[in-house]
């Protein structure tokens, strides 16, 4: 099970950290990199591609609604983009459509209930598994609520997809399971050392 670094770009270097661009310790774990509150068109692509180049197992989080915009990201060389599980059906098939490299982004409220799970997330779950990716990044805002989650999701939800796990906690979180866990999504500066 892959474990990966998470970062969130920042105007001049990575965070938590903070955490040079060039730092050579990013070389040595695959990344998990996200944008937060910034539309994928204002995006620094130059300098974001030269990252790519340099440290080359690069996963991106701009929380994408449309195809296009995945495209691009994949287009500068990242390993995998996301596509939110909430965007447009027609935007998450074009993209699925086009490549195995797109994953859907399910990133949890910051209050999670077991109503969430059941009139919310299970639907949409069900719906996008007909069209979309095979895997998925989940992402939460509040500790305990990632496991609550994957504990609860319906077996058939939690066997279609290939799973990204991105605790609040920022450590790896205890599940009834680990099926289908294709890897975890870590907090990078303790994964670096910091």
């Known amino acids: 099970m892959e474990k990966r670094a998470r970062f969130v770009w920042g105007i001049d270097r990575l965070w938590p950290g903070p955490i040079e661009f060039d730092d050579p310790r990013l070389l040595l774990h695959p990344l998990h990199i996200e944008f937060r509150n910034q539309r994928v068109s204002g995006l620094p692509f130059s300098i974001l591609r030269d990252f790519i180049d340099e440290f080359e197992d690069v996963q991106i989080d701009a929380g994408a609604v449309s ?10 060389g990242c390993q995998r983009a996301t596509i939110d599980l909430f965007a447009k059906d027609k935007e998450i098939a074009l993209g699925h459509a086009v490549t195995e490299r797109v994953m859907v982004r399910v990133k949890l409220p910051s209050e999670v209930s077991l109503t969430y ?6 639907p949409r779950l069900q719906e996008v598994k007909q069209f979309g990716p095979r895997s998925a990044v989940l992402i939460s805002q509040r500790k305990g609520d990632l496991s609550f989650v994957m504990d609860r999701l319906p077996a058939n939800l939690r066997n279609s997809f290939s799973w990204w796990l991105a605790p609040d906690e920022g450590d790896m979180v205890s599940l009834r399971s680990n099926d289908h866990i294709a890897g975890w999504v870590l907090d990078g500066a303790r994964v670096l050392g910091d």
């Not at 799970?117 to 299970?122: A, G």
């Open 67 to 76: 195809h296009k915009d995945v495209m691009d990201l994949l287009m500068i």
């Open 117 to 122: 799970i059941t009139d919310t997330l299970t």
